[in-house]
């Protein structure tokens, strides 16, 4: 038996859960439309015809909050850095003490980044 084939199989077996959702969803789901719903969504901010702050045409001034691509950039470095805990889960026996002294090292480094993060407010949404 080759050693990717559960692999392939649970990633089919996520990708037919995921269809089978999102077709149940357009079926059964309700089909009820008004104006917000139709709306664009933009991060919680009310849209508005005038371009961001900085833009050429902005005459009132507002200006775009960065909180929003600040958590999201947040996500992608610490999304990122749990990534490398994939290879080292699985060759965890063949690395031995190596492994587990590397590992810890690599999570101390990322709850200390998370928990800089969260005392600088990074994680607050207000």
């Not at 958590?71 to 063949?94: G, K, Q, R």
């Not at 590992?103 to 207000?126: K, P, T």
Request: hydrophobic share 55%; aromatic share 16%.
């Amino acid at each position: 038996m080759n050693i990717e084939v559960p692999i392939l199989v649970l990633g089919a077996i996520a990708a037919a859960f995921a269809l089978f959702s999102v077709g149940m969803a357009a079926l059964v789901g309700p089909k009820r439309y008004n104006r917000a719903k139709l709306e664009a969504y933009e991060c919680g901010i009310e849209p508005t015809p005038h371009a961001v702050a900085g833009g050429p045409g902005n005459a009132s001034g507002q200006r775009f909050p960065v909180k929003y691509y600040l958590t999201a950039m947040l996500f992608i470095i610490f999304d990122i850095e749990i990534v490398f805990l994939y290879p080292w889960a699985v060759h965890f026996e063949a690395l031995g003490l190596f492994g587990l002294v590397a590992m810890a090292l690599f999570i101390f480094n990322v709850s200390v980044a998370y928990a800089y993060e969260w005392r600088r407010g990074g994680l607050s949404w207000d």
